[in-house]
């Protein structure tokens, strides 16, 4: 495709110059004939340029494309003309007070004032309480009603509002309502000192904290030319993946958990603690915080424990592929998982969703084949790709990615692996620059990126987690499910409240 | 019915003996921090600029563990002869200036409140409220319920409505868009209750001090009787917490 978006690899560094630097006009229409020829967003997001609002997107087809333009007041949004701009779009318009135009639902993304000092789009005064105090969606009828739930919710879980249109038991639609979580760490980022930064990373959101600390070193080693050693990006590789194995198999407990078939949900509970606790004998940590920084790592995997990681997999490879037996293979299970909360194909590619619940749905991208970092790109990942796109295809998708992994982590473990661990260096970030860096973590594609200003200070820190993607994906699929089917498809997706916040 | 009966056998009997017989957790595990008083000024020094956390007081030589996120950057600076972590993951205080330490702790046993112990000894629900935590703090109070901690066993529950419980379980930096739902959480608890801080965040602000959109310390909005250090605090960590202060 001939676009004047500039192609660009994976954790590539970029003086801003570089960069074509578009008239608003072009940069629209140029980003439209990519999306329109089935490209997706990674990024679009503003940021401050010596008080001059700038745009930048950084687009993906099989390659990365990125372009940015100065931001107009308003202008006519996009999201008319395709649905993957909403999210962005309201966000620019939250952070920066850019009005996207006849946006065809214009709300808030987690209720703060703009940093630009500019009217608040939506009108909302913030030193009232204003969390979910706001006209949500609602369809009108003489038999319809409507649930509130959130946002603290029954479980130990994250916070957030759901709220539910229904006409007797079945849901018509769910408007789902984040920004409780909001810590404001994209602007913590500019004003921390470079010490803190690793660990406010991780803190991003503490289940993908590998993967974000990852994208964070990934793009400061690009930036500042720091070069890392094989053995830290296997090691990198294997936390990655104990990471993925973890959550997956939570998820596929809780799944079980949910209807009402309890081996599987307290074997799985266990088994997550078993993969956690190597993360715990790697790093000292079971979230994996600390293990990575720019540079490499900080722990080495040397042969005493990668021969007791290999031991404990060893062990308890085949109670995982017992357990997935047992879920898949019941039938009271399968009843309950198939054919619920379905997402078309065509549905999942307007939402643009990603991970395990894009490929549910038979969207195959995953970053790890298509933008492979680390040892990834020594390692055959398979395509994976279910059709159905319910709870069932989530599931499974999840259980294969399971197996996959343990086996990934084996082959890795099979050699000795030798690295120079480093700590918490302090680096040197070049001025003018950009970055951008995408990793496929266990809910789908994250990405990082920074901008530096003209002294080599961070200017802009964007973070997008999967679930910026995915959420819409959730409230497809409550659309005509039975609303006691929303815990089910609420954990197939298991999306990130955090991440999303920030 | 088979197969499930096979999978039962395989997973077998999994129960933490804690606390009956003690758990080793894995060397690099970094639990309740050991300040040597004895290191020489400038290492103290040197450990308090790296310290991204800013939790080393110098010229007490003392490390605050509320503000502490266990990255144990002090200890590898030092080489261990300044802060060292043990593996003793029972350290978590009920006195906020307990949390400023050179790793001797009081016994939480000593400072429960005695009359928490006679009421909830025997049976305590508690109402877990996630305020802008990262998930892992949630996450490691969560397993607790797995088959490894069981708490039920020991008459702890979490449960749905803060109207049932004895109750709230803080996590996370307390963002300004949860503090009304935080609040009235605590409100909905019927009296005597109990206010427990889990993690680096809810004590301190954690990793996000210094953002406006958040709160630095639940302790500047509740009266807190537990707190509960770590990012996250081990799952042993909080299970020895509740044992203690209220067993
Ligand atoms: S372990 Fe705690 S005191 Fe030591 S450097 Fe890390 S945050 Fe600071
Ligand atoms: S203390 Fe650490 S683990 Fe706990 S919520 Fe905060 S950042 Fe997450």
């Known amino acids: ?502 | 019915m088979l197969n499930t009966l096979k999978n039962r056998f395989e997973q077998g009997y999994r129960t933490s003996t804690y606390p009956k017989k003690t758990v080793e957790l894995a060397p690099r595990y970094r639990g309740r921090p050991q300040v040597h008083k004895n290191a020489p000024s400038d290492l103290v020094v040197k450990c308090a600029a790296a310290c991204p956390q800013d939790a080393i007081d110098i010229d007490r030589k003392l490390i605050n563990m509320g503000r502490c996120v266990f990255c144990g950057t002090c200890e590898r600076i030092s080489e261990g002869r300044f802060i060292s972590f043990t593996r003793d993951f029972e350290y978590s205080v009920a006195e906020k200036d307990h949390l400023l330490t050179d790793g001797e702790i009081p016994s939480l046993a000593d400072h429960a409140r005695q009359h928490f112990k006679k009421l909830f000894g025997r049976s305590l629900q508690l109402r877990q409220v996630s305020a802008a935590g990262c998930n892992a703090c949630e996450a490691d109070l969560n397993v607790l319920a797995t088959p490894f901690f069981d708490l039920a066993r020991f008459g702890i529950n979490f449960v749905a409505s803060p109207r049932h419980s004895d109750g709230i379980v803080v996590t996370g930096p307390i963002s300004r868009n949860m503090k009304t739902a935080l609040l009235q959480t605590y409100e909905a608890v019927p009296d005597p209750k109990v206010v427990i801080a889990v993690g680096s965040c809810s004590i301190s602000g954690g990793p996000f001090r210094g953002s406006p959109e958040i709160t630095e310390g639940l302790d500047s909005l509740l009266p807190v009787d537990l707190y509960i250090p770590g990012c996250p605090s081990h799952p042993l960590t909080n299970l020895h917490a509740l044992l203690k202060f209220f067993k």
């Open chain 1, 1 to 502: 495709m001939d676009t004047d978006f500039l192609e660009i690899s994976n954790g590539q560094a970029l003086s801003r110059e570089q960069i074509p630097h578009l008239t608003f006009d072009d940069f629209q229409k140029n980003a439209m004939k990519i999306v329109w020829g089935g490209g997706k967003i990674v990024q679009y997001f503003g940021y401050a340029d010596n008080s001059i609002v700038k745009l930048m997107a950084v687009l993906r087809t099989d390659k990365l494309l990125v372009a940015g333009c100065d931001a107009p007041n308003e202008y006519p949004s996009l999201s008319n003309k395709c649905e993957l701009f909403q999210l962005f779009e309201r966000e620019i318009a939250e952070q920066f007070g850019i009005v996207p135009k006849y946006h065809p639902w214009l709300k808030m993304v987690r209720y703060h004032p703009n940093s630009q000092g500019k009217k608040d789009v939506f009108g909302n005064d913030y030193t009232k309480d204003i969390p979910g105090n706001y006209p949500y969606y609602s369809v009108e009828g003489n038999e319809i009603h409507e649930v509130a739930v959130g946002p603290v919710h029954a479980g130990v879980i994250e916070p957030g509002h759901f709220r539910f249109n229904c006409i007797g038991e079945r849901v018509l639609h769910l408007e789902i309502q984040l920004g409780y979580q909001h810590r404001g760490i994209e602007d913590l980022i500019l004003k921390a000192a470079p010490k803190r930064l690793p660990i406010i990373i991780e803190g991003i959101a503490g289940d993908t904290t590998v993967a974000n600390g990852v994208s964070f070193a990934q793009a400061v080693e690009a930036l500042a030319s720091i070069q890392t050693d094989q053995g830290s990006h296997i090691i990198r590789t294997i936390g990655l993946e104990l990471e993925r194995i973890a959550n997956h198999v939570g998820d596929l407990g809780a799944l079980s958990g949910d209807v009402a078939f309890l081996p599987p949900a307290n074997y799985c509970g266990r088994m997550r603690g078993d993969f956690l606790n190597m993360s715990l004998l790697i790093c000292g940590n079971r979230l994996g915080k600390g293990l990575v920084r720019p540079g490499g790592v900080r722990f080495s995997i040397d042969d005493e424990i990668s021969r007791e990681l290999m031991r404990r997999i060893n062990e308890i490879e085949p109670q995982v592929e017992h357990v997935i037996d047992l879920l898949f293979s019941t039938p009271s299970v399968r009843a309950r998982f198939e054919d619920c909360g379905k997402v078309s194909t065509s549905d999942a590619d307007h939402l643009g969703l990603v991970g395990p619940a894009g490929r549910a749905c038979g969207l195959p991208y995953d970053a790890r084949r298509t933008f492979a970092t680390e040892y990834y790109p020594s390692i055959d990942i398979p395509e994976n790709a279910k059709t159905t796109g319910d709870v069932f295809a989530r599931a499974k998708m999840r259980a294969e990615e399971i197996l996959q992994s343990i086996s990934i982590i084996k082959s890795l473990l099979k050699d000795t692996i030798e690295t120079n661990c480093v700590d918490s260096e302090v680096f040197n970030l070049p001025s003018s620059s950009f970055v951008v860096t995408v990793n496929e973590a266990w809910r789908g594609e994250l990405s990082h990126c920074i901008i530096t200003d003209t002294e080599g200070k961070i200017l802009r820190y964007k973070i997008k987690d999967p679930s910026f993607h995915n959420w819409n994906g959730l409230a497809m699929s409550l659309r005509n499910t039975g609303i006691s089917d929303f815990p089910l498809n609420n954990k197939s997706y298991n999306l990130s409240y955090c991440g999303y916040d920030l």
